[in-house]
């Protein structure tokens, strides 16, 4: 019975999770596969997919289901450096190398020593640097800046783009012997736009962590925030989804996260602003207000609009200032200037806000 529960302890742990990644999709779940067998393994793995995806996440997984877990995990981001540096960042230097250059410096394959390397935007790193990072994986060495001797290096490689490696091969960004010898194992991640059903477990994963960064106590997400959530088209993907989160949770602050707390982008596409109301037919009862919508009939000038939308933004907030800008999008003090404008701001109770 304790055999049978440890398995199935571990199978329920693989099927929506794998170490921090978080995805119950078909397509995730491949992904959650092809780790298991890469991970172990001394292979090059080359990682796609959209900014925002979760790339260097799923390199620390690799790094973490590894033998070399033990070691060093160093990530680097090839385009955030600039070409007369990246050598030195990657290989290291000695002393008087170049100017500026005082004294030695270990580069990054020195410092992963025994762990795994994460190359970021393999395909902004020069062409140049190119040659040399193929020729230290294939015999294992490094040679300083401005050193006359080679060292061995026991590094496993993790490579990642957001382009599509083929294009980059083609438009003269990515040495194709490398792309070759990186590509091992390939591991490419879906946008978050299509896999829905990740939207919900991975946002419960995040509000753990952010509860924790912020010291918060929210619960869950209402059933309208999921169903917001799995309606956008998310074009910054996981790293979208948990800024939008951080600020829901903090304005939460405990609960649950309801549509009050998500920003007025998202609030907009529920809602259904400056509709104009069809014409009822004749002898049909009159239309119910909808509380959570804005309506204004044809011939509402600018001015007159924006009035009626922000005073009853701040009669949706119960005349909280703090949020109703947050809503609109407008700074507080650009909510205070249009009060004073109307003439409404005198009239107003205004509470914690």
Not at 286 to 299: L, R
Not at 312 to 324: D, V, Y
Request: charged share 25%.
């Amino acid at each position: 019975m304790r055999a049978e529960k440890r398995y199935l302890e571990r199978q329920l742990s693989y099927k929506g999770s794998l170490g921090e990644m978080v995805g119950a999709s078909p397509r995730m779940q491949e992904i959650f596969a092809l780790l298991q067998q890469a991970g172990p393994s001394k292979a090059c793995v080359l990682i796609t997919g959209e900014s925002g995806t979760g790339k260097e996440l799923v390199a620390r997984t690799i790094h973490a289901l590894s033998p070399r877990r033990q070691g060093p995990f160093i990530a680097i981001n090839c385009a955030a450096l600039p070409e007369t540096l990246i050598e030195s960042e990657l290989f290291g230097h000695e002393k008087g190398s170049f100017t500026g250059a005082s004294e030695r410096r270990a580069g990054c394959f020195e410092v992963a020593q025994h762990g795994t390397l994460l190359l970021d935007e393999i395909g902004e790193m020069p062409m140049q640097t190119q040659a040399k990072l193929l020729r230290i994986l294939e015999d294992s060495k490094v040679r300083r800046l401005g050193g006359k001797t080679e060292f061995e290096v026991d590094v496993r490689l993790v490579a990642a783009t957001n382009k599509i490696p083929e294009e980059a091969v083609r438009g003269g960004h990515l040495r194709e012997d490398l792309y070759y010898r990186l590509n091992v194992f390939h591991i490419h991640l879906p946008p978050l736009r299509e896999r829905n059903e990740d939207i919900k477990p991975i946002a419960e994963a995040l509000i753990g962590d952010l509860n924790r960064k912020h010291e918060c106590r929210v619960a869950d997400i209402s059933p309208a925030v999921i169903e917001t959530f799995e309606r956008h088209n998310w074009p910054g993907n996981v790293r979208e989804l948990r800024n939008v989160l951080e600020r829901a949770v903090i304005l939460a602050g405990e609960g649950s996260i309801e549509m009050k707390h998500l920003p007025a982008f998202l609030q907009t596409r529920t809602a259904e602003p400056l509709a104009v109301p069809a014409a009822a037919p004749a002898g049909a009862p009159p239309a119910v207000e909808d509380p959570e919508s804005v309506k204004f009939p044809i011939g509402t000038t600018v001015e007159d609009a924006e009035k009626g939308l922000i005073l009853r933004t701040l009669e949706h907030t119960r005349n909280n200032k703090t949020r109703a800008a947050d809503i609109l999008g407008i700074s507080l003090k650009t909510l205070h200037n249009k009060l004073k404008e109307y003439g409404a701001e005198k009239d107003l109770r205004i509470g914690a806000g």
